[in-house]
């Protein structure tokens, strides 16, 4: 080994390793502007200390939240074609696609999964607003097939966290297909007599929320979530007046009527598991951590057990 | 006529036949007609090759004409013992949904489809097609009576999209409109479709989620209009040409895809320069769209409406 590779080339890696450290240690929350330390944020489940704004969450991080000890099982979703239109704005869609996954690591913006929430076997499906803004194409569609068929096989509920800007424009009609392809889906285990129960999360919007996200059986969402079809700036827009605060957040679309439930995130998996439960027709859940067995007799240590007639015939 | 903008070369060459038929009217000695025959033909074929080759931006302003036949003409012309139907039973009558009950030759079918309305008052009245969730849920109740009365379900789509305002949020919008497609796919009736105009958006799946889709020949379905992909995605409004090409959104694309089952031969020259024979061709295609579904049970219905949108865009386009 030379110099150059045992000297110069660390010290060229350190320098420019030591300067993307920082930009992730720090996250601002875009509600009030609080600057949070990422251990902290993640400690509190990605939502703000300072106004309890709910932030995105990775469906992978959600599920290791919901399931008993952070242990679930991947449903698989089948591939869809790549690129069915040949669709080409500033960009090619099959790079933002690859991009996408770089900066996710996961194939695509909905993650299926089964195992159990306080004991109680379910499957959900999770949307990544940070994968191409959640958008539906035929990936998402394909997803929530493979978790309502999965749903209907286990005969199990079926729990959908939705995130999402709407359709995936890049595929055009596909992704607007994708509106009654899931309805189809939905009404799969609906018909098999089991729960379908979404959890609305910041934002939902566009087709998504005119299509699953608005035919559950419970309507939960996260609080301060955005809801809504047509957007904010869309409809300031159209009317030409400034719209209310607060309008289309969760906690008004509870007084519209549109959710059952408006529900902090720490109190989420509770919720879900009592909501289950009850729909099921199974008895509560058990409160806490079972209680452990009791301590058994500690064993005799071996060599001592060998010693121990020796030992008995002394007292004697 | 009211000329599109690409249609403007084709405004001179008939303005000026015009103008010399006016002047021989006014001075009956000149002898213009030969001329004005001449440039007569020069604009048929004009017309002809435009509307052979139209662009999807093109085909976007041909779907949105003024002058096209809408809902409204449809129903006058193909139906006998129309009774429209009105209100939801719960806030409104929506007017940018027409519905009811008629009948198609002698057969009772109930009709559903979005008005833009004809002139400045009646496209206030019926707000541009774009419909509120009154006229989704007023569609959900007529759809359920067809089902109850085994009659088909003839709907006719016509919109930009669903409307995006105040009032239409805080009633649910998103929710009735999931509501008219789940509706869509339940019923045990046959329902068709027919892209007349305008498919936009979610606004129109609520429609046509139906086990047959026709399309006319110029008309446009879309996930979302060409000005507001290019707004998005090229961060400039302007560029709806580009976006038109992008989306796919013509009926020889979605014919393609899948989306839809057939076309519609618009007249030369498009819907709007023949309505009489335009509404008797969608007629035909409706009549004969009915009647091969007409000998299914009610269960093949659901299953085959069903199979079809859940097997949708298996296939893309060729490269």
Not at chain 1, 105 to 121: F, K, N, Q, Y
Not at chain 1, 223 to 249: D, H, M, S, W, Y
Not at chain 1, 295 to 304: G, Q, S, V, W
Not at chain 2, 214 to 221: D, F
Request: aromatic share 6%; glycine share 8%; charged share 25%.
């Amino acid at each position: 080994m030379n110099w150059i590779s045992n000297y110069v080339r660390p010290r060229i890696n350190s320098l420019f390793s030591r300067r993307e450290v920082p930009e992730n240690l720090w996250t601002k929350c875009p509600e009030c502007g609080t600057m949070l330390f990422h251990r902290e944020l993640a400690d509190n489940l990605n939502v703000c200390t300072n106004c309890d704004h709910h932030m995105g969450i990775s469906p992978r991080d959600r599920f290791r939240l919901l399931f008993d000890g952070g242990i679930f099982t991947d449903v698989p979703v089948p591939q869809p074609t790549t690129d069915p239109l040949h669709f080409r704005d500033q960009k090619r869609y099959p790079d933002r696609l690859k991009a996408a996954q770089k900066a996710t690591g996961e194939a695509e913006a909905m993650l299926v999964a089964e195992g159990e929430i306080s004991r109680t076997p379910i499957v959900a499906a999770a949307q990544d607003f940070s994968f191409m803004g959640g958008s539906m194409g035929m990936y998402v569609g394909n997803a929530i097939i493979a978790a309502a068929e999965r749903a209907v096989a286990l005969k199990r509920p079926l729990i959908l966290f939705s995130a999402a800007g709407g359709a995936r424009m890049q595929e055009g009609i596909l992704s607007l297909m994708q509106m009654p392809r899931t309805t189809v889906a939905v009404d799969m285990v609906k018909e098999a007599g089991l729960p379908y129960i979404v959890v609305l999360t910041h934002p939902t919007t566009g087709g998504v929320t005119a299509s699953y996200a608005m035919l559950g059986d419970v309507h939960i969402a996260e609080p301060n979530a955005l809801i809504c079809f047509a957007g904010p700036r869309v409809i300031e827009q159209t009317i030409r007046e400034k719209l209310p605060e607060g309008f289309q957040r969760a906690e008004y679309l509870l007084d519209h009527g549109m959710l059952d439930r408006v529900t902090h995130r720490r109190d989420l998996k509770e919720e879900l598991v009592r909501i289950t439960r009850l729909l099921m027709g199974l008895p509560p859940a058990i409160a806490g951590d079972l209680p452990k067995p009791e301590e058994p007799e500690p064993l005799a240590p071996a060599e001592p057990a060998e010693a121990a007639p020796p030992k008995a015939d002394a007292a004697e | 006529m009211q000329y599109l903008e690409f249609e403007k070369p084709l405004a001179e060459i008939e303005g000026k036949a015009e103008e010399l038929r006016a002047m021989a009217r006014a001075n009956p000695e000149t002898n213009v007609e030969k001329e004005a025959a001449a440039l007569d033909k020069k604009a048929a074929d004009m017309l002809g090759t435009l509307y052979k080759s139209l662009s999807p931006w093109q085909k976007c302003q041909v779907a949105r004409h003024p002058d096209r036949p809408h809902c409204k003409d449809y129903i006058e012309a193909l139906l006998t013992d129309w009774t429209p139907l009105a209100g939801d039973r719960n806030f409104a009558d929506d007017q940018a949904v027409m519905g009811g009950i008629g009948r198609l030759d002698d057969r009772p079918v109930v009709v559903i489809g979005q008005e833009k309305g004809h002139d400045t008052q009646s496209r206030i009245e019926r707000n541009f097609g774009m419909a509120r969730p009154e006229g989704y849920r007023k569609a959900i109740r007529l759809m359920e009576m067809a089902d109850r009365f085994s009659m088909p379900v003839v709907t006719l789509v016509d919109t930009p999209g669903a409307y995006p305002g105040k009032g239409a949020e805080e009633r649910g919008q998103s929710e009735a409109i999931a509501r008219s497609t789940e509706m869509c796919l339940k019923i045990g009736v046959p329902l068709v479709s027919v892209i007349i105009g305008e498919g936009g958006s979610g606004g129109a799946v609520a429609f046509a989620t139906a086990n047959r889709v026709a399309m006319l020949e110029h008309s446009v379905y879309s996930v979302i209009s060409p000005e507001g992909c290019a707004s998005i995605l090229w961060k400039d409004a302007e560029k709806m040409r580009e976006a038109a090409e992008a989306l796919r959104l013509t009926a020889d694309d979605l014919k393609q895809l899948g989306v839809i089952d057939r076309i519609v031969k618009e007249p030369k020259g498009g819907a709007q320069r023949d309505r009489t024979a335009t509404i008797e061709a969608v007629g035909r295609e409706v009549r004969d769209m009915v009647e091969k579904l007409s000998g299914l049970s009610r269960d093949e219905i659901v299953r085959e409406r069903r199979k079809k949108f859940l097997n949708m865009g298996s296939k893309g386009l060729a490269a």
